[in-house]
């Protein structure tokens, strides 16, 4: 993490690269406090994210990962005990509406599910010109098929979906966390797992990573749990347009030009 520690050890440094959309592991305040600039890299993996999610999407809700373990075991009976569930006409609700949750929204809509987006005064326009429905986030948590998470790691996001929020949630729905780790409060997620009140989850990201081999949820006996290793973003391109975005912010400092991606203006 870039620390108060870290930076009391680097007095000449003025810059902060993140390779990451997210900055949450670095203290801006601190930073900002030493005159020193913190810049993300904002666009680079949108395109692989949103497609990942609705992998994610296909593959807990049509159980891709428990055919595949029938074929491997030669259960070829495995369709009538699958439960498998269309994404067609089913409603998702998107929590963070930024470039990667605009993306969802493109894909979802383009295969016929109903969107619907957490909404703010900020993100009205968008969800509308997205062809999506603004609710609030009750209303979301209470109608949602299926509800994925596309926010940043803060104060107000930790433990976004907590107890309180599976309780209001919609039984047999269906949770995919792409955003991080601390936004869903995973005791309270594998309790509701564990008494039915989901129908499944898809999780690329953990409170810890990598997990202690103890974690409940690694640990966990159901067959309606997918858990990716933070991947969702790391495909061949999204890897190729983060190094060239990292070389053009350097080659901006270099020659003295307008820097991208500044998170603490």
Request: net charge negative; hydrophobic share 40%.
């Amino acid at each position: 993490n870039v620390n108060e520690e870290l930076l009391d050890k680097a007095p000449n440094l003025k810059y902060v690269l993140c390779t990451s959309v997210g900055t949450d592991y670095v203290d801006l305040e601190a930073a900002s406090k030493r005159g020193i600039i913190v810049a993300n890299n904002p666009d680079f993996c949108n395109v692989a994210v949103g497609e990942f999610t609705m992998a994610l999407m296909y593959a807990v809700m049509r159980r891709i990962p428990c055919g595949i373990k029938a074929a491997a075991g030669g259960n070829w009976d495995s369709r009538d005990y699958l439960d498998q569930t269309e994404l067609f006409g089913k409603t998702l609700g998107i929590v963070g509406f930024g470039k990667i949750g605009r993306d969802v929204a493109r894909q979802a809509i383009g295969i016929g599910m109903k969107v619907q987006v957490r909404k703010s005064e900020r993100n009205l326009e968008a969800i509308k010109n997205a062809g999506a429905i603004p609710v609030t986030f009750e209303e979301l948590l209470k109608t949602s098929d299926i509800i994925t998470l596309h926010v940043p790691m803060a104060d107000n996001t930790k433990d976004l979906i907590g107890e309180k929020e599976f309780e209001i949630m919609k039984a047999k729905s269906y949770l995919i966390n792409v955003a991080r780790g601390g936004v869903v409060d995973e005791s309270a997620l594998l309790k509701n797992l564990n008494n039915g009140k989901l129908s499944g989850a898809a999780l690329d990201v953990l409170v810890d990573e990598p997990p202690q081999p103890d974690n409940p949820l690694l640990n966990y006996e159901g067959d309606n749990l997918i858990i990716t290793p933070h991947i969702a973003w790391f495909t061949k391109e999204a890897d190729e347009k983060c190094g060239n975005y990292l070389r053009e912010q350097v080659k901006a400092i270099i020659d003295n030009d307008v820097l991208q991606g500044i998170v603490n203006k």
